[in-house]
């Protein structure tokens, strides 16, 4: 199937399953030292080796006690003589008797025959031993926690597809894994185009503006992981695209380009793409983003972004990322979106989804307001910079007035 021969624009849902549909994830692993892995992709699952905990311990610091029998009728013993005390990391040699108890700290293993944890608060040394309040309140396993209690030996703890967070590579070091498993780093070749730009730093020659792309779309890509490599303001001449597209397919997973894929005169990456390989996919139903184009040149997958920095920015956030989550191997979730109240008018044309940037705020009644931003035009990258939100439009959605529900998608990892 090719989407560029289909009539009209194409929806972005359709757009992204059928450019998902196209990629297939690099599957090439390494090993990587569990102190860099967050944010890595894991190319197989992990089954545990080990319980964790792997060996019945206390929640508390008190005093592990074997109270004899706990069955109704009985009155369970209340008054306990130490045997001896026992710290995290040791372990306490022998087996308590009904009657006995040792002094035992938060994390240690709890000796054999001990029954449950009384807190330190809720008992007193005296002459005669310890003395513990309402023993009748016992129950077995009380401040215990169990062998295997948070993963099982065997367990799969995570799945291949799973971008490390924080919490994953504690998992990991909690089994004893001291390399992770991951999914090498994409290549990425990041391609800004146009005459007009001039690096900032440079005095700003009549015509010209400053290069802003590049400072957006790097950052995402780097949090994504990516081996970036970056030329800024190709020249637009067919040849000098065409030069950069081969270039830049040689080593990369994917290349990503910001401009040059309108209609104008100066507008030559897609002819330069169809030249070197082919264009699958040319026109979203969205907006900003609409020009966006998708093809391959041999093996190598190529993103052309609009040019404008507010479109460029939407579509990679929108549709270049599921494809770069696909690529690195990450299992791709759909965007979570909430439900708000407009609190005023959105002014909005049907026939394109509409990605206005807004701020939400979370009010007293539990109930989630958006404004936006302002000015929306594609060129106001002003409008981004004061959001924290994505106000998602759908396709033949018209103008919101005040009172009406909107789905919010907040700034993630990648925008904040
Ligand atoms: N006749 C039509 N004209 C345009 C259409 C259309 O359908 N018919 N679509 C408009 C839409 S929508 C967009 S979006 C833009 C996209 O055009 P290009 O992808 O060809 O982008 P350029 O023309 O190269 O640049 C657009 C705009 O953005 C500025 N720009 C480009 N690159 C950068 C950069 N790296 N840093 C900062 N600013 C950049 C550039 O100077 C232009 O102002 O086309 C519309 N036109
Ligand atoms: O789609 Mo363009 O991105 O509206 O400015």
Redesign the pocket.
């Given at each position: 199937m090719n989407l560029c021969d289909k009539p009209g624009l194409t929806p972005v849902n359709e757009a992204i399953e059928y450019l998902l549909s196209q990629v297939t994830p690099v599957t090439e692993g390494e090993l990587c030292p569990l102190e860099h892995a967050c944010g890595r992709v894991l190319a197989e699952d992990v089954i545990s080796p080990v319980n964790v905990p792997p060996a019945d311990n206390s929640a508390m610091d008190g005093y592990a006690v074997n109270p004899g029998k706990l069955e109704s009728g009985r009155t369970p013993i209340g008054l306990f003589r130490q045997r001896g005390i026992v710290l995290a990391g040791e372990v306490f040699e022998g087996v308590l008797s009904a009657g006995e108890c040792v002094r035992i700290m938060t994390g240690a293993v709890v000796p054999d025959g001990a029954k449950l944890v009384v807190m330190q608060e809720n008992t007193e040394v005296v002459d005669a031993g310890v003395r513990v309040d309402n023993p009748e309140s016992f129950r077995h396993g009380d401040n215990i926690r169990r062998a295997g209690e948070d993963i099982r030996h065997g367990d799969v703890v995570l799945k291949a597809g799973r971008r490390l967070t924080p919490a994953d590579c504690g998992l990991l070091a909690s089994i004893g894994i001291a390399d992770a498993s991951v999914v090498r780093p994409l290549r990425v070749s990041l391609l800004?185009?146009?005459d007009?730009?001039i690096a900032p730093g440079n005095n700003l020659p009549a015509g010209k503006?400053?290069?802003?792309?590049?400072f957006v779309l790097r950052p995402v890509l780097n949090r994504l992981g990516a081996e970036v490599s970056l030329v800024?303001?190709v020249s637009?001449t067919l040849e000098a695209i065409q030069e950069a597209l081969e270039t830049a397919a040689a080593d990369a997973d994917i290349i990503i380009t910001?401009?040059?894929?309108?209609?104008?005169e100066?507008?030559f990456?897609r002819t330069a793409v169809e030249a070197l390989g082919q264009l699958d996919l040319w026109k979203l139903a969205m907006?900003?983003?609409?020009?966006l184009a998708f093809g391959r040149i041999g093996k190598t997958l190529f993103l052309?972004?609009?040019?404008?920095?507010v479109?460029?920015l939407v579509t990679l956030h929108q549709v270049g990322l599921p494809v770069l989550r696909s690529l690195a191997g990450e299992i791709v979730r759909p965007p979570i979106r909430i439900p708000a109240i407009a609190s005023e008018r959105l002014k909005k044309r049907p026939g394109r989804a509409d990605y206005q940037r807004g701020v939400a705020e979370l009010h007293d009644a539990g109930q989630w307001q958006v404004r936006s931003t302002g000015q929306q035009g594609?060129?106001i990258l002003s409008s981004v910079s004061k959001a924290n939100c994505f106000i998602v439009l759908e396709q033949e959605r018209g103008h919101v007035e005040p009172g009406e529900t909107v789905m919010v998608e907040m700034f993630d990892q990648w925008l904040s």
């Open positions: 800004t185009t146009g007009e730009l503006i400053y290069e802003s792309n590049s800024t303001a637009d910001s401009g040059g894929v309108s209609v104008g100066a507008d990456t907006k900003p983003g609409k020009p052309g972004l609009p040019g404008n920095p479109s460029a594609s060129g």
